[in-house]
């Protein structure tokens, strides 16, 4: 009933949270708009669930109602430590930078404006930053 109020109030769309999934279904075909369910079972009209859980990001244990899609977390993780580690033992930056070209807004400079003669790409921009 108050869902009903809800759609007929004028909501473009509701979102249940963790109802029971025999409730849902029955709210979801009860009223006029859209019901998102997160958590609550499959007869919902369309499903959320956070993004940090479906990477892996979330420490922890996540939601019961929600699926870890990668474990990105701990990938992140072991990158910082290696980059950390590198600036600990000298190895990151280099002695010499790596000089990587930044194309114009129009994506094409002229051969005179680039020592590499390339003048299309990445390769071809005018202004050069330190890698």
Known sequence: ADAG?????????????????????????SISVPFVGIGSGPDCDGQIIVSMDILGLTPGAIPTFAKRYADLGVMARDAFSAYADDVRNGRFPASAPKQVAVPPAGGKVSASDNPSGNTSGPESATSKISQ
């Open 5 to 29: 109020a809800v759609a007929d109030a004028g909501a473009f769309a509701i979102v249940g949270e963790m109802i029971c999934h025999d409730a849902a279904g029955s709210v979801a075909k």
